[in-house]
Each structure stands twice: as structure tokens, then as C-alpha cells.
């Protein structure tokens, strides 16, 4: 290659470097490449100059594709230390998730607000009521509900305790369900009507209450069952809202990185308790420091903790925290690239006379093989089936690769695929 050439992209080599350092890394452990591997040509000399410009090339696609990959974080974890009958899960957008799943997008790079929301699991769900008593009219029909304790093993009541006095009762309906939820009985006291929104009836309790032995929804339908095996309770779940409801004690929240087909799990920001109380905004409840962890106390049957800085300011702060990582992975692949493209050099300047020399004894028998066989000859016993079957067989292994089937399943199809090659070709014959 001639010294002008090696001299011009040697001074691009320079430039990149110098503009790029802050501001792209590729760029500028590219530059940095294109530099060193100039002056490695010049004193190797002679095959390296042949080498430089493929080199150069596959060095920047090393560079390039490890620059393509998003760094930005796709999971939430929380660590509980008591979560009190809550579970927990990420908001983005009008979507839910739970913690340790890989999400689709964090809103990081949106001015969006993380938000991550405490839910009270049910006491009771539907399906653990029964059909106690049933009330006929010309226009609609009462169903009346029951749920009762049940003796365990040793023949002993099982109530549902509380705590502190339960304050509310909380029934949820079906998502779009036209039944209406009437009296509600809790060890045979009625309790008072509050309110009903978005599918969720609202009860207060009159006595202060700690346990639950029984009770008693009823609620009014407008479509007759044709039996009574079709009757179903239109309610989900019950929750129940004491009056010093149990705190939530948590430990830490954390952003991370999951690569899942690497299987590798990068940290990217992580809220101690300490900041956990200072960075977020308790929604339905309020915030305490309690030693290493935070109480989360919620004010009814959910609590959200809304972020109060800005996301971009985390996206920002975490990738400066992964940044020595990430230019250590791409002066890593500099490396590699330049001691590749030496090593090749040398030996090619040591060996290629006798290289040279193997090549021709090898092209030589193959052409006098050549020459010896018959020069004309017929496939026999290969039918249409075979053909078509080794089509299917290439077009399976192009769905593999394209949809990254899971690497256990293409061990299995390469196993497959062997002996399917191998029945295939099995009778075909080449004859003259």
C-alpha cells in the first residue's frame, strides 16, 4: 500500500481521536485503531501493508456492533424485607409489570415519571364464596353469597386476623359487570355503604374489628341462569383496609440491564433506603427511615411511589457509571483487533514462502485428480421428495437463526439435521 495512503488515514486515525474523546467512544477507539495499526505497519512492514486495510474494516464492525447495543436499563428489582401482604410492580405508561421481568421500554428517555405501586393482595377471592340463598322477582334475582371459617387439620377454626381494627372493606367487581353489590354482613353486622368507582365497592366497618368469621355479600343480576351450576359470583376479590395498616419494609429499588441472551445481568442505578426517602413521593401513604431499610405505611389499599427527579437525570447518572465498563469492552476489542492483525503479519512474513509452496502441491494433486476422473456423470436416485425435503431443511435453519431460537433447541436441530443430511444423501449415486 503506498506511504500516502497509509499517511492520510493515519491523520484521520488522529483527528477522530482527538475530536471524538468525550463525546463518541466508537469513533474514537476507531481513530485510535486506525492510528496504531499505521504505525504497526510501518515497522513490520512488508504483508502488513497488505493486511491494514481488511483489518481496518473488521476492526471497525467489532467496534460498530458492540456500539449498537443498548446499555439503557429493562428491569425493576425490589428487595422486601417484610411486604406485609403487598406486592409490588413497575408502571410505564398505563402498563403494569412485576418486578424481575425484562420490560419492552423504560421511560427513561421519556420525560414520563417513574412510578412503581404497591397493591394489597385480596383477602378473599370470588371463588371462595358459596351460594348460600337466592331471591326470585319478576325483573331480577338476589344471590346471596357466604364465606365461612374452615377447620384445619386439628379441627380448629381458621379466622382471618388483623393487626389493628379493620376500618374498610373493599369489594372488586368483573370488568365490565352489570350485577350490583348490595348488603354486605362481616360476622353478621351490616356495614355501611361509602362509595362505588371504577368496579371497586367501598364498605366501612361500624365496630372495631380485628377478625373475620364470616361473611355475607349479596348482590342483585339481571340475567337469570338457566341452572343454578351456570351461577358464578360477579366479584373477584375482597381487601380489607385496617385503621394502622402494616408497613411495607423495604430494602432497596434497583435499575438493571438484562442482556437475556448473553445471560448477564448489568446494574445501572440503585436507590438505598436513604435516597429511596428522599427521591420519591409516597402516593395514599408516607415514607419512615427505619435503620438499613424504609417503612412504606399506604392509607388504603394501594400506595404508588412516584419518582421526583427528572428520568433523564438517572439515564444520565447511570450510563456515567457504566461508561469505564463499556471503554474497557472497546479497548478490549482494540486490542484483540491489533494483536490479531500483528500476529498475522509476522507469520505471513516468516511462513508464506513455504505456504506458498503447500498451496501448489495442494492445487496440483487436486488438478491431476481432476483430470484422472471421468469428466461426465448422472445423479441417480434422487426423487422429488428429496429435493423438497432439502429445501424445507434450509428454510427451517434461516427461521432459526432469523428468530434466535434458544441455543438447547438448535443443539437438537443440528443433531436432527444430521441425520436427515444423512438420509437424504444416502442413495444418491454419481455415476458416469
Not at 353469597?145 to 381458621?158: D, G, I, L
Not at 442505578?269 to 429511596?276: E, G
Not at 513455504?354 to 498451496?359: C, E, L
Not at 427461521?399 to 439435521?417: D, G, P, Q, R, W
Amino acid at each position: 500500500m503506498p506511504n500516502i495512503v497509509l499517511l492520510i488515514i493515519s491523520i484521520i486515525g488522529v483527528s477522530l481521536t482527538l475530536l471524538f474523546r468525550e463525546q463518541n467512544l466508537f469513533l474514537f477507539f476507531f481513530g485510535l485503531c486506525m492510528l496504531l495499526m499505521t504505525l504497526l505497519t510501518f515497522l513490520i512492514k512488508k504483508f502488513a501493508s497488505k493486511l491494514y486495510l481488511p483489518f481496518i474494516v473488521i476492526s471497525g464492525a467489532g467496534l460498530f456492533l458492540f456500539s449498537r447495543l443498548d446499555f439503557h436499563p429493562n428491569m425493576v428489582s425490589i428487595v422486601f424485607v417484610e411486604p406485609n401482604g403487598y406486592s409490588a410492580f413497575f408502571l410505564a405508561g398505563e402498563q403494569e409489570f412485576p418486578p424481575n421481568t425484562i420490560l419492552p421500554d423504560l421511560p427513561l428517555k421519556k420525560e414520563s415519571p417513574i412510578q412503581i405501586a404497591f397493591q394489597k393482595q385480596p383477602s378473599l377471592s370470588g371463588a371462595d364464596f358459596i351460594l348460600l340463598d337466592m331471591q326470585d322477582s319478576e325483573l331480577t334475582m338476589d344471590l346471596i353469597w357466604s364465606w365461612t371459617t374452615k377447620a384445619n387439620h386439628f379441627n380448629e377454626r381458621v379466622n382471618i386476623n388483623f393487626s389493628s381494627p379493620m376500618k374498610e372493606l373493599i369489594v372488586k367487581s368483573e370488568d365490565n359487570s352489570s350485577n350490583l353489590i348490595g348488603k354486605v354482613l362481616v360476622n353478621d353486622e351490616a356495614l355501611n355503604w361509602t362509595e362505588s368507582k371504577n368496579g371497586l365497592h367501598y364498605f366501612s366497618f361500624v365496630s372495631e374489628e380485628k377478625t373475620i368469621d364470616n361473611i355475607q355479600i349479596t348482590e342483585t343480576t339481571h340475567i337469570k341462569p338457566h341452572s343454578i351450576k351456570e351461577l358464578e359470583t360477579s366479584f373477584t376479590a375482597i381487601y380489607v383496609i385496617e385503621s394502622e395498616p402494616a408497613p411495607i419494609f423495604l430494602n432497596n429499588i434497583s435499575l438493571t440491564k438484562n442482556f437475556s441472551r448473553l445471560n448477564q445481568i448489568i446494574p445501572f442505578y440503585k436507590w438505598d433506603a436513604a435516597s429511596i426517602l428522599t427521591d420519591f413521593n409516597a402516593g395514599n401513604g408516607y415514607l419512615e427511615l427505619r435503620g438499613e431499610g424504609i417503612l412504606l405505611t399506604p392509607e388504603t389499599d394501594r400506595l404508588n411511589l412516584t419518582l421526583l427527579q427528572s428520568p433523564s437525570v438517572i439515564l444520565e447518572s447511570g450510563l456515567l457509571k457504566l461508561r469505564p465498563y463499556i471503554m474497557a469492552v472497546y479497548g478490549l476489542i482494540s486490542l484483540l483487533s491489533l494483536t490479531a492483525f500483528s500476529i498475522t503479519a509476522l507469520f505471513l512474513n516468516q511462513y508464506f514462502e513455504t505456504i506458498k509452496q503447500k498451496s501448489k502441491q495442494v492445487w496440483s494433486w487436486g488438478q491431476n485428480f481432476i483430470v484422472s476422473q471421468p469428466t461426465t456423470y448422472r445423479i441417480h436416485r434422487i426423487t422429488p421428495f428429496k429435493i423438497l425435503f432439502s429445501i424445507f431443511l434450509l428454510l427451517s435453519w434461516f427461521l432459526f437463526i432469523k428468530f434466535s431460537v434458544s441455543f438447547h433447541f438448535m443443539v437438537i436441530a443440528f443433531m436432527l439435521s444430521i441425520i436427515l443430511v444423512y438420509y437424504i444423501a444416502s442413495d444418491i449415486e454419481f455415476k458416469k
